[in-house]
């Protein structure tokens, strides 16, 4: 298999444009910059400008000042003379000789797939591979060079390849193969950034390691939980579930559905989790029924639990549906004797959401400064971000005037 320097392909890139040269002043590609030339080649701006000013000094290339296309600012950008179209000539012919695609030796989101794949030497395969996988930016230092192909890269010097071009890639290999590249990179995202921990779970069900992934949702369910997300809610339906994480994934899996108001899959969650001997599968159904439109059912349900077993979270529910309903003197008063029975047994979870939906119907009986209040309350409570900024929100635009929605 031939290789290419990276001054070797510098000069296959600028070949690309033969047509500008210092007669054109307008609309010139970024790609002639220098900082495009380095996102092409898959290498930092310092290392593109050290190969440029090599080619400038051997009289294969010469630049001038252009304003770039798309975004009116000049810049400068470079041009090939004729003794380096020579040379990208002789270089052309040298590698299609040998059966390598150019475009291949260049940037992999300008060529096709499987040219691009059946171009690579088997060791640059398991790199491009192991990019591909990343579905975020990391370091481009942090996985091996290649000799057979350009992996895109941004200015800083993180891995940049677009989902579609992703996908085209890995549509290429093999399923065992993708799983080792997942599992590398479930192990990258070990003692990184802990807000990636979805990317680790991500990679984890890719990889087909299926017990970690369940105890890593079941470790962070919290987080998870208070992050909803239909990408989070995605991977953990792809996920295969241990035997005896069932229920404590499902019921997992219906918290973060109920977030995303994929009552489907809540309901759907709820009927698996019917066949053991808890309330989690009434409760996801009432929130279900609520979120769905359904407040009057979701209340008789969730008050039905109340009434047998006292808990915040079927107090809060069942207040929410006659919220829902515009029942306010109902829910307060439903609010009002719930949290006698929940202070007399010490439950104080959920107090924040409670307060919140006091403000609520405040909200809706035109009292602003109670509103106001119970938000205070809620702020001063909660220990959740999320809540915070939701707070955060509905005070200040409550009090320029505008109108706001608690559902």
Not at 31 to 44: H, R, W
Not at 314 to 341: G, H, P, Q
């Amino acid at each position: 298999m031939e290789n290419a320097t990276i001054r070797e392909r510098a000069l296959l890139h600028l070949h690309r444009f033969p047509n500008m040269t210092p007669n054109e002043m307008f609309n010139v590609p970024f790609d002639l910059t220098q900082d495009g030339i380095a996102s092409v080649l898959g290498i930092s701006r310092a290392h593109a400008s050290l190969e440029l000013k090599k080619l400038k000094e051997l009289g294969k290339i010469d630049d001038w000042q252009a304003h770039i296309k798309g975004s009116g600012t000049k810049r400068r950008v470079y041009y090939i003379l004729p003794e380096g179209i020579t040379e990208a000539g002789m270089l052309k012919k040298r590698f299609e000789s040998a059966g390598v695609s150019i475009d291949a030796l260049l940037d992999m989101k300008r060529c096709d797939p499987e040219i691009m794949w059946e171009n690579l030497s088997a060791k640059d395969k398991e790199t491009f591979g192991l990019a591909c996988v990343f579905r975020v930016p990391i370091p481009r230092k942090t996985i091996p060079e290649t000799s057979t192909g350009v992996i895109p890269t941004n200015f800083c010097g993180m891995i940049c390849i677009s989902d579609t071009v992703r996908e085209k890639y890995l549509s290429h290999t093999d399923q065992e193969s993708a799983k080792v590249w997942h599992s590398r990179a479930a192990d990258w995202w070990i003692d990184k950034d802990p807000n990636e921990d979805q990317e680790r779970l991500y990679h984890l069900v890719k990889a087909g390691r299926n017990t970690e992934a369940c105890k890593l949702t079941i470790r962070k369910s919290e987080k998870f939980i208070e992050d909803s997300n239909d990408d989070l809610l995605a991977i953990i339906k792809e996920m295969t579930v241990i035997p005896k994480h069932i229920e404590s994934i499902y019921n997992i899996r219906a918290k973060i559905a109920l977030g995303c108001a994929d009552t489907n899959d809540a309901f759907a969650c709820a009927d698996i989790l019917a066949d053991f001997l808890t309330d989690d599968a009434d409760m996801i159904r009432a929130e279900a029924c609520m979120i769905s439109g359904d407040a009057e059912r979701g209340f008789a349900t969730a008050s039905s639990l109340f009434n047998k077993k006292p808990s915040s979270r079927a107090a809060l529910i069942a207040a929410k549906c006659l919220f829902r309903m515009k029942k306010y003197d109902e829910a307060t008063a439903f609010l009002a004797s719930s949290c006698e029975v929940l202070s007399s047994n010490n439950d104080a979870t959920s107090i924040d959401e409670i307060m919140m939906l006091r403000a609520g119907i405040a909200y809706g009986r035109g009292r602003i400064d109670e509103s106001l209040s119970y938000l205070s309350k809620a702020e001063k409570i909660s220990r959740k971000a999320q809540t915070k900024e939701r707070v955060g929100a509905l005070t200040k635009n409550i009090k320029s005037g505008k109108k706001v929605s608690f559902d």
